[in-house]
C-alpha cells in the first residue's frame, strides 16, 4: 500500500510539470484563434456600420436633391430664364431666401445658359452670388448636358464647403436655358457623426478626405496626387486654400476593397489642426518632426459611394482587439493554471485516500470486534427494555381507565349529594298530584268538568317539571363521548344552572345569568361542558356565606377570537398560596369526606381538551372569580346568522333564578 501512495506521488508531479509546460501553447493557441474570431467581428461590425454611414450620407444628400428639380419647372424660375426682368429677378430673390430658411439648405440660385448668377438667396448678404459666372464648375456642365449634377467643393465667394446639387431649366422642355442649384453644408450630418465618437471619413474621386468626423483629417489625400494634377486641383479651389496634406500613415495601406487592413497614422497635434489652411501649410513641415504627439494603429474597412464616386472609411483602434486578445490569453492561461491546480489536487487526494484506506481497513477491523463485544450486551439490555416498555404501557393503560372511572366516581358523588335536594323537589310535585287527582275525580263525578280539565292541566305541568329534573340527572350522569362540536354556551349554561336549581343545593338560591347577543358558537363537548359549569357552580355555591346573602354571577361575553365565561361568587375567596395548587389533582380545602380535590383538575383537563384555558382569581371586595376561554367554531363564526333561535337583538339579557318552593 505504501509502494502505490509513493507512485502516486511521482506521477503527480510529472503530469503537474508536464502541464506546466504547456502553458504558452495554451496562451498562443487561444490568443490566435480569439483574435482570428475578433477579427472578422470586427470586419463584419465594420461592414455593418459602414453601411450605416453611407445611408446616413445619401440620406442628408437626397434631403435636398428634390429642390433643385422642383424649382426647375417653377412658373417663377421659367419666367426669369426667358426674360430677366429686375422686378422679376427681385420676387425670385426672396422667393429663394424663404426658400433656403424653410429647407434647411445652405444657399439656393438661378444661373442663366451663360453660367451667371441671375437669382441667389443670399442676394441680400456680402458674398451675394449675384452676378458671378459659375459656368467653369463641373455642376455647371452637367446640368448643360442635361443630368443632375452633383459636386463636392469650397464656394468661390464664401469660401466654405459644401455639396451642389444641380439641374438643367428648360423652359420649352428642350432648350438649356440655365441652371437651378442647391448648396448644402453637411453640418447635422457631421455633428452627428463627431458625438458618435466613431473613425469616419469620405474621399471624393481625388483621394482626398472631404468628410471626416476628425476635423484634423479634412482635405487630407489618401496618397500623393499626380504631379500633373496637382496645379490644376489647386487652381480650381475645390478644396479652398488647403494645402492638400498627405494623411499621417506611417505604416499600412488604405483598403481597396472590402478586405481588413491594418495602419498605422500619426496623431496630427491641435495647434495646427486649428490653424487656418494657409498658416497650417507653412509651419507643417518644419515642425510635423517636432510636435507629432504619437501613433495609432487601426483596423480599417472600406466601402463606395458610386453615383458620386467617393469612398467611405471606418478606422477601429487596433488596442480594442489587442486588449480583448490580451484578456483571452490571460483568462486561457488563468483557466490552465487553474485546470493544472485541480489536477494535481485531485491526484493529491487520490494518494491521500490510498494513505487512509490501510488505517481504515485496520479501523474497520478493531471496530467489528468491538461491535461483537458491544451487541451481546445490548441485546441483553435491549431485552430488558422491552420488559420495562411493556410494564410501563399496561400502568399507563390501567391509569387511563382509573382516570376515566375516577372522573365517572366524582359526577356519581356529586349526583349523591343532590339526591337530597332531589328527593324534597318531587316529594312536592308528588304530593300536589295526588291532592289534584282526587280533587278532579269528586268533580267528574259532580259533572263539574272544567274544574276537573283544570286540575288534569296542573298535574300534566307538575310532570313536565318532574320530567325535566330526571332528564337532567340523566344527562348529567351519562358517560361522554370524546367528539367536539360546535356548541351554544348559553343553553349548556343554563342546563348546569336548572340541574343547580332543581337540585335545591344551598347557597345556589340567588344565580344571575347575563350574555351578549348574538353569541358565536364554540368547539366542546355539550355534556362534558355542563360537567365543567356544574363543578365551578356547587364550588361557588359552597364558598357563599349563607342561602338568603348568597349571589353568583355567570357572565357570557364575546372576546375577539374567543368566547370568555366568567362566574363570580360573593364567597370567602381564595387563599393566595392556594391559587397556583388549585388545579393539581387531589387538592382541596374542603374537610375530609367532603371531596377528593378533583373537580377542578378535571375541570381543567376538559377545558385543555378544548382548545380553552381556565384561571382563577379573588375579586377586589371578596369572592373569587373563574373565567373560561372557549374557541369559536371557524366554520359558522363567519356566516354572520344567528346561530341559535334563542338569541334576540338585545345588547344584554339577564336571567334571575331564586330559590322557590312549590306549594300544593
Known amino acids: 500500500m505504501l509502494r502505490t501512495s509513493v507512485s502516486v506521488k511521482r506521477t503527480s508531479r510529472a503530469v503537474l510539470c508536464i502541464l506546466l509546460l504547456l502553458l504558452p501553447v495554451t496562451v498562443w493557441t487561444v490568443t490566435e484563434f480569439w483574435r482570428e474570431t475578433r477579427l472578422v467581428d470586427i470586419a463584419q461590425d465594420g461592414r455593418n456600420k459602414l453601411e450605416l454611414y453611407r445611408s446616413n450620407l445619401q440620406g442628408a444628400i437626397k434631403e435636398h436633391e428634390y429642390l433643385p428639380i422642383t424649382l426647375a419647372s417653377d412658373n417663377r424660375i421659367l419666367n426669369l430664364a426667358t426674360f430677366a426682368d429686375p422686378a422679376n429677378a427681385a420676387q425670385v ?3 429663394l431666401e424663404k426658400l433656403a430658411a424653410d429647407s434647411g439648405a445652405s444657399d439656393i440660385y438661378f444661373m442663366n445658359r451663360d453660367g451667371t448668377t441671375i437669382a441667389a438667396s443670399n442676394w441680400n448678404s456680402d458674398a451675394s452670388f449675384i452676378g458671378r459666372n459659375f459656368s467653369f464648375r463641373p455642376y455647371f456642365q452637367q446640368a448643360r448636358r442635361g443630368e443632375t449634377g452633383h459636386y463636392f467643393a469650397f464656394g468661390i465667394t464664401s469660401n466654405v464647403p459644401g455639396y451642389y446639387i444641380s439641374h438643367p431649366v428648360r423652359s420649352d422642355g428642350v432648350t438649356f436655358d440655365g441652371a437651378m442649384v442647391v448648396k448644402t453644408h453637411l453640418d447635422t450630418l457631421l455633428q452627428r457623426w463627431t458625438k458618435g465618437g466613431e473613425s469616419v471619413l469620405v474621399t471624393d474621386e481625388n483621394g482626398v478626405v472631404i468628410i471626416s468626423a476628425r476635423p484634423e483629417w479634412r482635405f487630407r489625400t489618401l496618397e500623393d496626387l499626380p504631379a500633373k494634377n496637382r496645379p490644376r486641383i489647386i487652381a480650381s479651389r475645390k478644396y479652398g486654400d488647403s494645402p492638400l496634406d498627405l494623411m499621417p500613415l506611417t505604416d499600412g495601406q488604405w483598403p481597396k476593397g472590402d478586405e481588413l487592413s491594418v495602419l498605422t497614422l500619426s496623431t496630427i497635434p491641435k495647434d495646427l489642426s486649428d490653424m487656418p ?6 509651419k507643417a513641415e518644419p515642425s510635423s518632426t517636432k510636435t507629432n504627439l504619437g501613433k495609432t494603429t487601426y483596423l480599417a474597412t472600406s466601402s463606395s459611394l458610386p453615383k458620386q464616386g467617393w469612398r467611405m472609411f471606418l478606422l477601429t483602434d487596433k488596442s480594442v482587439l489587442d486588449r480583448s ?42 471496530l467489528e470486534r468491538q461491535v461483537r463485544l458491544r451487541t451481546a450486551d445490548l441485546m441483553s439490555t435491549n431485552l430488558r427494555l422491552a420488559q420495562e416498555i411493556n410494564e410501563r404501557s399496561r400502568t399507563e393503560d390501567a391509569l387511563r ?10 359526577k356519581l358523588a356529586a349526583l349523591g349529594q343532590m339526591s337530597a335536594g332531589i328527593a324534597h323537589e318531587i316529594n312536592q310535585p308528588l304530593t300536589a298530584i295526588r291532592s289534584y287527582a282526587e280533587n278532579a275525580l269528586k268533580f267528574i263525578s259532580r259533572g263539574n268538568s272544567d274544574t276537573a280539565n283544570r286540575n288534569l292541566q296542573r298535574i300534566s305541568e307538575l310532570t313536565d317539571r318532574m320530567g325535566r329534573i330526571t332528564s337532567n340527572l340523566k344527562t348529567f350522569a351519562r358517560r361522554p363521548e370524546q367528539d367536539n362540536q360546535p356548541v351554544d354556551v348559553h343553553e349548556q349554561m343554563q342546563k348546569a344552572i336548572d340541574l343547580i ?10 344565580i344571575v345569568l347575563s350574555y351578549a347577543p348574538d353569541l358565536k358558537p364554540v368547539i366542546a363537548e355539550p355534556n362534558q361542558l355542563i360537567q365543567v359549569f356544574t363543578n365551578i357552580l356547587n364550588n361557588a355555591a359552597d364558598a357563599c356565606p349563607s342561602d338568603e346573602d348568597a349571589k353568583i354571577e355567570v357572565h357570557i361575553t364575546k372576546g375577539d377570537d374567543r368566547l370568555l365565561v366568567s362566574i363570580k361568587d360573593n364567597g370567602h375567596g381564595i387563599l393566595p398560596e392556594n391559587l397556583p395548587k388549585l388545579f393539581d389533582p387531589f387538592f382541596t380545602t374542603k374537610p375530609f369526606g367532603d371531596g377528593l380535590g378533583l373537580g377542578l383538575s378535571i375541570c381543567y383537563g376538559i377545558i385543555r381538551s378544548f382548545g380553552g384555558t381556565i384561571r382563577a382569581k379573588n375579586r377586589p371586595n371578596g369572592g373569587a372569580s373563574f373565567i373560561i376561554e372557549l374557541r369559536y367554531d371557524a366554520v359558522t363564526a363567519d356566516s354572520g346568522d344567528n346561530w341559535h333561535s334563542t338569541q334576540n337583538a338585545s345588547t344584554d339579557k339577564q336571567i334571575e333564578t331564586p330559590h322557590q318552593s312549590e306549594s300544593s
Open 401 to 410: 381507565s382509573a382516570q376515566t372511572e375516577l372522573v365517572q366516581t366524582s
Open 93 to 95: 430673390n426672396v422667393y
Open 277 to 282: 489652411p494657409a498658416e497650417r501649410a507653412e
Open 501 to 510: 336549581l332543581e337540585t335545591g343545593r344551598t347557597g345556589a338560591s340567588n
Open 325 to 366: 486578445t490580451l484578456s483571452a490569453g490571460l483568462m486561457a492561461g488563468a483557466a490552465h493554471v487553474i485546470f493544472a491546480g485541480l489536477v494535481f489536487i485531485i491526484l493529491q487526494r487520490r494518494r491521500t485516500m490510498l494513505e487512509q484506506l490501510e488505517i481504515r481497513d485496520w479501523s474497520q477491523r478493531e
